[in-house]
């Protein structure tokens, strides 16, 4: 019964946010409304349970470990923000957060992002020799591709000459990406809206396959 | 040309009823148009086939209910593999708000097959991202010291053994926004965990350059790579069910492009003229 | 944390550990102050008896029942679950799925082959599109027998080497591209060159 309940009021939800697409009216307003509060109160209780009771109320009462004070009280310099006298205070647990993130990504991305990167790029043609012909020709677009799209990029040097040749094919490499994307974006929204309708008509209405 | 020059100014409501009949019709009456497993896929598929049982594998359900419709058949059909090869899974999540949807999609798609505790664990959320990644690669406890509802993971037997990544035979991504690249650096470069990448459509273009440095083995691109991984597990699902629309209203974006350029060429050679 | 990743040896490592447990924490507040925020523009709006009061009246009733559910009943509990099933989900899978019509009007309003590069854009657009679908490659079989012989898949071959070979290309460029910039503003940040972040200047 709670399940059959539960399914007419997400169908009715459902079709209150679609009725948007008409045009703007007190259903959608509710819905929206509902949702904005409904996921704030599910963030309220997820972690409170996950996080401050796990992360900070288990380990320290259960388990005694104190150490775990000191980010609790950084944390709670947070709330700072909400007096203004004592806002500066924010720095502290900004600076430190951001500090081990900064510290941690260098090396890691220089290693993920540039090094691999580079690698992947460079390593077809240490064994040209054994490659197909076609294997050898989208390396060499890729390679090509890859610096033409980094000249682009550089704005230090004004593009012209053969730096604007080179920045051109640039550009022409990144319409094909982003027409790819596009191509996958539009994908990508239609699913969305699939898993809605199938919802509606397989779940709710039991009418389609 | 009037009728060029009205559909420059068609009303968009008219392409949403469009819109809604593309998806709704071919969902009453299926046409069953065949589905290709790609290579990107099918490795991912390979991968975990090729595991012997006993193995473990992490999954990071990194998405919330917006990417349900591409992420939860997909999330569904890995568990089930995972689950018919006695493979162990350790699922695990860095959004809040995808936490108790983690809860629910290990728990549906164990259904008969699987045992909680003894066949999967779910972790749930804590906050950090790359800090949980990077903790994880030395002790999982030390970051999850309880599972998702509050049993310490010493009492876990799915966790028995498990310690670290190195512990770990595969970690599947199932994101909906940039995790895959933070698991890539900080899991995969730094602790060289073995990764899978399964994503939304709107990212998967993003991750190829991965894929051709092996810094992945594999990327499940969104309802469609969904499908495919059901057609391998010959399970047919909601991804399966949706290919026919997604044709269809694929073919309606592209005659809409179409007939958008003819009319505004015509209306502009008109008006030059 | 540049200092471990070189020497992953104690005591470096036993600070590392701690440092991220430090940083999971400090992150928990972050979290609550973003929904301060959100508390403070709804009740602003019902102190002010602006013409959305009952909205945001809605707001704070569906906060307190969820909340309220979650904390006392616990959010592995059937109320939550269902709370969560048949609200959260449906209402935020169905605000995203609003784009599929979107972007099909934009599409068909915007879209357009005014240059050599949208051209590009858009006819690697409709290939994508056409191809990576199951009626690409279903319609190419519909075609004469030696036709499909001489080449099995053309739509799924075509779409693959673009996404495997000119993009990925274009993609790996934009991915150097901003790793070397975050690179540049991390080490601005760690010698305090950059410190927009705390509000500098204030």
Excluded at chain 2, 88 to 112: F, H, P, S
Excluded at chain 2, 125 to 141: C, L, R, Y
Excluded at chain 2, 166 to 186: N, V
Aim: charged share 15%; with cysteine.
């Amino acid at each position: 019964m709670g399940t059959t309940i539960g399914i007419f009021i997400a169908a009715g939800l459902t079709l209150c946010i679609y009725s948007f697409l008409y045009k703007d009216n007190p259903f959608y307003k509710f819905a929206e409304h509902l949702f904005v509060g409904v996921a704030a109160g599910y963030t309220i209780a997820t972690a409170w349970h996950q996080t401050v009771v796990r992360q900070i109320w288990h380990p320290v009462v259960t388990e005694g470990k104190f150490t775990l004070l000191i980010p609790t009280a950084i944390g709670m310099l947070m709330f700072s923000r909400f007096i203004p006298k004592y806002r500066w205070l924010i720095r502290w647990a900004l600076a430190f957060t951001i500090g081990v993130g900064a510290g941690a990504s260098i090396p890691l991305s220089m290693h993920s992002f540039i090094f691999k990167q580079t690698e992947a790029t460079l390593q077809p043609f240490s064994g040209i020799g054994n490659l197909q012909f076609t294997a050898i020709i989208n390396s060499v677009i890729i390679a090509l591709g890859l610096l033409c799209t980094l000249i682009y990029f550089f704005f230090s040097v004004e593009h012209k000459g053969a730096v604007g040749v080179a920045s051109k094919v640039g550009i022409f490499f990144l319409m094909v990406s982003f027409g790819a994307a596009f191509g996958y974006t539009v994908m990508a929204r239609i699913s969305l809206l699939i898993g809605r309708i199938y919802f509606l008509l397989h779940d709710w209405l039991h009418i389609a396959r | 040309m009037k009728i060029l020059d009205k559909l420059a100014t068609l009303d968009r409501r008219y392409i949403f009823l469009m819109v809604a009949l593309t998806v709704i019709v071919p969902l009453l009456f299926p046409i069953g148009m065949p589905i290709t497993v790609t290579k990107e896929v099918q490795t991912v598929y390979d991968y975990i086939e090729k595991l012997p049982p006993g193995s473990t594998i992490m999954l990071a359900m990194d998405y919330d209910p917006a990417a349900l419709a591409e992420l939860y058949p997909m999330n569904l059909a890995v568990l089930r593999h995972a689950y018919s090869r006695d493979i162990k899974v350790i699922g695990m999540t860095l959004w809040i708000t995808g936490a108790t949807l983690g809860n629910l999609v290990m728990r549906e798609a164990a259904e008969g097959i699987a045992q909680e505790g003894e066949d999967y664990v779910y972790l749930g959320f804590v906050t950090g991202a790359a800090s949980v990644i990077m903790g994880m690669g030395e002790d999982i406890s030390a970051v999850y010291p309880t599972d998702y509802g509050g049993r310490p993971l010493s009492e876990v037997p799915a966790m028995k053994g498990i310690k670290n990544y190195k512990d770990i035979d595969l970690l599947i991504d199932l994101a909906a926004g940039a995790t895959p690249e933070s698991w890539i650096a900080y899991a995969g470069s730094k602790y060289g965990q073995t990764i899978a990448v399964g994503c939304t459509a709107v990212s998967a273009v993003g991750y190829y350059p991965f894929l051709n440095s092996n810094q992945i083995i594999g990327l499940i691109g969104g309802m469609k790579g969904a499908a495919e991984y059901e057609k391998l597990i010959e399970a047919r699902g909601t991804a399966t069910a949706g290919m026919d629309s997604q044709s269809i209203a694929h073919i309606l974006i592209i005659v809409l492009i179409i007939v958008a350029n003819i009319s505004y060429f015509a209306v502009r050679k008109k008006t030059t003229v | 944390m540049i200092i471990q990743f070189f020497v992953p040896h104690p005591p470096f490592t036993n600070m590392y550990e701690e440092l991220l447990n430090w940083v999971r924490i400090i992150g928990i507040f972050a979290l609550i102050i973003g929904l301060s925020s959100l508390i403070k523009l709804h009740y602003t709006r019902i102190a002010r008896k602006t013409r959305d009061l009952p909205y945001s009246i809605i707001v704070f009733v569906g906060m307190a029942v969820m909340a309220a559910v979650g904390l006392i009943k616990g959010i592995e509990g059937a109320w939550f679950e269902w709370l969560f099933k048949n609200i959260q989900v449906p209402m935020q899978a169905t605000m995203f799925s609003l784009l599929a019509f979107f972007i099909a009007s934009a599409a068909y309003r915007a879209f357009r082959a005014r240059t050599l590069e949208a051209t590009l854009m858009l006819v690697t657009a409709v290939i994508v599109m056409f191809a990576r679908v199951p009626i690409g490659e279903f319609l190419w079989q519909r075609m004469p027998d030696s036709a499909v012989q001489l080449w099995a898949n053309p739509p799924g071959d075509i779409s693959d080497w673009i996404l495997k070979v000119p993009s990925m290309a274009a993609r790996r460029g934009i991915l150097l591209g901003i790793s070397l910039g975050a690179i540049a503003t991390s080490l601005k940040i760690i010698l305090g060159i950059e410190r927009s972040y705390m509000g500098a200047g204030e």
